[in-house]
């Protein structure tokens, strides 16, 4: 049984070291890491040349045009697959900018060996302060797509999938939407039911450098493209099993829409998203904040508030 992480990277060279040593340092030593730089400009191949000279066996760099998360993603997944042929294997997709808490890859292997039979699993993540980054409905769930619509699961969590999913071609992210990694779990969801565990295994890093951590159209097109993307091909279940959380989907698009320079069609998703949701006041806000905001100046106060502030919501070590 090996453990194949997926990293992709754009322009990370000043972290990505933090992730990769936080692999090798791990007491399992069933791992192998593929870093898949996503268009990078900076030096992360001279950084992480010593940990790839190091570890020759255990580790690979494959360089691409920039296309997003959901391409890198894929292109690690393909190595993976010409890589390995034991269905026992393991693809794991881990940021970056983050890593493993301290026997993470223990962790896991307990929990496969206790709930076997699964082929997709969530681990839980804290942050750098040790908070939980996620709400898990109970501390072990074998959630469906009814269930991950319905919020059994929310927040940053550390996906595992086996690599006998991916030979199917069925399974892969989204390439044509940008940061769309959505759909692809919501598939497996439906297909498969994915394992979500509370057991701690990725410590989530926010990134508040100045070009990532700050609201601009660039990105504000990314989430208008992604939240339409996810209410034009599972609107129909999420109005099935969660009419609240279609209406905040739709909240979302018209705050991105407006963001956009498209006020005009924010009003029609702004009053759409009213009609499922009328009690989701922080979305609310945000848009009708958004609607008059035309250079970002409130919603990047808000943010950089919002990070300033982050409270403990429970600290687990």
């Known amino acids: 049984m090996t453990f194949y992480f997926v990293i992709p990277s754009w322009n990370r060279s000043r972290v990505i070291m933090r992730t990769l040593n936080s692999i090798a340092s791990q007491k399992e030593k069933e791992w192998y890491a593929i870093i898949v730089d996503d268009g990078s400009t900076d030096d992360t191949r001279d950084v992480i040349k010593p940990f790839l000279d190091k570890h020759k066996n255990k580790a690979a760099y494959i360089k691409k045009e920039n296309g997003g998360i959901g391409s890198a993603r894929n292109k690690g997944i393909e190595f993976v697959l010409k890589k390995t042929k034991k269905d026992t294997d393991w ?77 199917n071609n069925k399974y892969r992210f989204d390439e044509i939407v940008r940061y769309n990694v959505y759909s ?54 999420m109005l099935k099993y969660n009419r609240k959380r279609y209406g905040s989907d739709y909240l979302v698009l018209a705050r991105a829409s407006a963001l956009t320079h498209n006020r005009l069609e924010s009003i029609k998703y702004f009053l759409k998203g009213l009609l499922y949701n009328p009690l989701d006041f922080k979305r609310i806000g945000l848009y009708v904040i958004s609607f008059i905001d035309y250079k970002f100046k409130l919603n990047n106060f808000i943010l950089y508030r919002s990070n300033k502030n982050r409270k403990d919501v429970g600290k687990v070590y």
């Open 91 to 167: 693809v794991i997709f881990l940021d970056s900018d983050d890593s493993l808490i301290k026997n993470g890859l223990s962790v896991i292997k307990r929990t496969i060996k206790r709930y076997p039979s699964h082929k997709c699993y969530f681990f839980g993540a804290v942050s750098e302060e040790g908070i939980l980054t996620f709400y898990l409905k109970k501390p072990i769930i074998l959630i469906g797509l009814k269930e991950l619509l319905k919020n059994y699961l929310i927040g940053e969590t550390l996906p595992m999938v086996s690599v006998s999913v991916f030979r």
């Open 184 to 237: 692809l779990f919501f598939e497996l969801a439906r297909d498969f039911g994915i394992m979500c565990t509370s057991n701690i295994a990725r410590i989530y890093y926010q990134d508040v450098s100045y070009t990532r951590s700050r609201i601009q159209e660039k990105n504000m097109r990314n989430v208008y493209n992604v939240t339409k993307s996810v209410i034009d091909n599972w609107g129909h279940e």
